[in-house]
C-alpha cells in the first residue's frame, strides 16, 4: 500500500482539526455533557470514520479498507474496556462533573501522541524482523487467557501506577482542585493541581491498553497508515462514548469474555501469519510453515463484529434475567 506524503499531511492535519474541534467547541466552557449531545457527538465521529474507511476503500482497494474497518471495529471495542478504568480514575480522584470532559479530553491526546510513537516503532520492526509476529501472537494468547480468566470481575478500586508516583515525587500537588487549571501558585509556590494529575493517569492508563491493541491490529494490518488512523478515530470518539454509555457499562458482563475471544482469534492469526514468513532457524529449519492458510480480512471482520454482538445481546439478556430474578425474590419476602 502506497501512502503518499500529501495524504499522510492531509490526514494528520484532519484528526488534528477535529482534536481542535472538541478544544475549543466543547470543552472550553466546562460542563457535564447530556446523554443527547454525547450521543449526538458520538454519531458524527462514527460516520466520520465510516467515511473515511469508504475513502480508502475508494482509493486503495477493498483489501485495505476491510483492513481498515476490522482495525477500527478492534480498537473501538477494546477501547470501551479502557472506559471501565476511566470510570474508577475519575472517582478516585472525585473530578468534578463538570470538568471530567476536559480531563478525557486531554488524557486522551496524551494517549494518541504515545500511541503513534508506538506504531510507528511497531511498524519498523514487524518492516525487519518477522519474528516480531511470534511475540505479538504469544503476547495477545496470554492476554485472551487473562481477560477470560478475569471474566466480569473487575477492580473496585483504582491503583496509581509508577507515572503518577513519580509525578507526585517530584512535583508539589495542590490538596484540592482550582477550578480547571493545571497549575496554580500557592503562598508564592508554583504548584500541579489534582486536575493535571488525573490527566496524566488516563493518558498513562490508555497507554497501557496500547500494549495489548497494538500488537491486535498488527495482527489484522501492516500498513502503518492504517493502524494509525484506526487508532486515531477510535480514540477520537471515546470522549464523547463515555458519556453515552457510563450508565450501561455495568450491563456489559460479558465484555472481557466477548474481547478475550477476539485478542486469542487474532493471536493465532498472528502466530499463523509468523509461520508463512518463518525465518527462525529452528522452526521448520527456517522454511515457510504454510500447514494453513492465512486467514482473509473479511472474514476477521466478519469474525470480530459477530463476537460482539452475541457479546452485548448475551451481557443485556443476563442483566435483564438477573434483575427478573431479584424482583421475583423480592416479592417472595415475607
Known amino acids: 500500500m502506497y501512502v503518499p506524503f500529501w495524504a499522510w499531511v492531509l490526514t494528520v492535519l484532519a484528526i488534528v482539526a477535529l482534536i481542535a474541534v472538541d478544544y475549543f467547541g466543547h470543552v ?8 443527547a449531545e454525547a450521543g449526538r457527538w ?5 460516520l466520520i470514520a465510516v467515511a473515511f474507511g469508504g475513502i ?5 482497494g477493498p483489501q485495505y479498507g476491510g483492513e481498515y474497518f476490522a482495525g477500527w471495529v478492534t480498537e473501538k471495542s477494546l477501547s470501551v474496556d479502557n472506559l471501565f478504568v476511566f470510570v474508577l480514575i475519575l472517582a478516585s480522584f472525585k473530578v468534578p462533573r463538570e470538568y471530567q470532559q476536559k480531563v478525557l479530553l486531554i488524557g486522551i ?7 503513534t510513537i508506538f506504531i510507528m516503532l511497531g511498524a519498523t520492526l514487524v518492516a525487519h524482523f518477522s519474528w516480531v ?11 485472551a487467557w487473562s481477560q477470560a480468566r478475569g471474566g466480569g470481575e473487575s477492580d473496585e478500586e483504582y491503583h496509581e501506577n509508577g507515572v503518577l508516583r513519580l509525578v507526585r515525587r517530584v512535583f508539589p500537588v495542590t490538596d484540592t482542585y482550582v477550578g480547571d487549571r493545571m497549575t496554580a501558585r500557592i503562598d508564592g509556590r508554583r504548584m500541579i493541581t489534582p486536575m493535571l494529575v488525573v490527566m496524566i493517569a488516563i493518558g498513562s492508563a490508555d497507554l497501557l491498553f496500547a500494549v495489548d491493541s497494538i500488537p491486535a491490529i498488527f495482527g489484522l494490518t ?7 488512523t484506526a487508532n486515531a478515530f477510535a480514540l477520537l470518539g471515546l470522549r ?16 472481557n469474555y466477548g474481547l478475550a475471544v477476539i485478542l486469542g482469534f487474532i493471536g493465532v492469526k498472528l502466530v499463523n501469519h ?19 492458510p492465512d486467514i482473509p480480512t473479511s472474514f476477521s471482520l466478519l469474525f470480530i463484529v459477530v463476537v460482539l454482538t452475541i457479546t452485548t445481546v448475551a451481557s443485556l439478556l443476563k442483566v435483564r434475567s438477573d434483575r427478573k430474578a431479584a424482583e421475583l425474590e423480592e416479592t417472595r419476602k415475607p
Open 28 to 35: 472550553r466552557k466546562s460542563h457535564f455533557p447530556s446523554i
Open 42 to 46: 458520538s454519531l458524527v465521529y462514527v
Open 56 to 60: 480508502v476503500w475508494w482509493a486503495w
Open 109 to 115: 491526546t496524551i494517549a494518541l501522541v504515545m500511541r
Open 133 to 143: 509476529f511470534y511475540l505479538f501472537g504469544a503476547f495477545l494468547l496470554w492476554t
Open 222 to 228: 501492516q500498513e502503518a497508515y492504517l493502524v494509525f
Open 240 to 255: 464523547q462514548l463515555f458519556f453515552l454509555i457510563d450508565g450501561l457499562l455495568d450491563k456489559l458482563v460479558y465484555l
Open 274 to 292: 509468523a509461520l508463512h514468513l518463518n525465518e527462525v532457524p529452528f522452526i521448520n529449519g527456517g522454511r515457510e510453515v504454510d500447514l494453513v
